[in-house]
């Protein structure tokens, strides 16, 4: 066996410089991850010269101060969520003039001017509820 210098160290290591935040953060969370995505966190940290858990760290730092929710199905369901609310609103507006409309024709035999242009927007507002519908089909195919 070869004689060691007790100055170097038995093998070779790789010095490393991260800067240190002083004082240290007081705050962990716990991810539980599948074995997947566990190797993707560290593939993608050994690629941005961090540890796994200081890669996660500033991803999921980075998502929220933008204010961007993890990416995916449920990003594309919000938003068709959001169309149906707005398709909601629409409907109930419509009816509420439907309801001025019949009154006013009660009153004088006559419907209002705005009645046509009333109508026009509820088939507007049904042919765009029929195509967030169709999306939502899709998606739960």
Same mark, same amino acid.
């Given at each position: 066996m070869a $004689?060691?210098? @007790?100055? %170097? &160290?038995?093998? &070779? *290591?790789?010095?490393?410089? /991260?800067?240190?935040? /002083? &004082?240290? #953060? &007081?705050? $962990?969370?716990?991810? #539980?991850? @599948?074995?997947e995505e566990k190797a993707a966190i560290e593939a993608a940290a050994a690629a941005a010269q961090l540890t796994p858990t200081g890669y996660a760290a500033k991803a999921a730092v980075a998502a929220a101060s933008a204010g961007q929710a993890p990416g995916g199905v449920n990003d594309d369901l919000r938003d068709l %969520?959001?169309?149906?609310? $707005?398709? *909601? *609103?629409?409907v109930a507006m419509f009816g509420n003039n439907v309801n001025q409309a019949a009154a006013a024709f009660n009153a004088n035999g006559r419907l209002p001017d705005w009645a046509a242009e009333a109508v026009r927007l509820c088939t507007t507002a049904l042919v765009r509820l029929d195509e967030v519908i169709s999306a939502i089909d899709r998606k739960l195919r």
């Open positions: $004689a060691m210098d @007790s100055d %170097q &160290p038995a093998w &070779p *290591r790789k010095a490393r410089h /991260r800067a240190h935040n /002083r &004082p240290a #953060r &007081p705050h $962990a969370v716990l991810l #539980r991850l @599948s074995d %969520q959001h169309e149906l609310f $707005a398709a *909601r *609103r629409a």
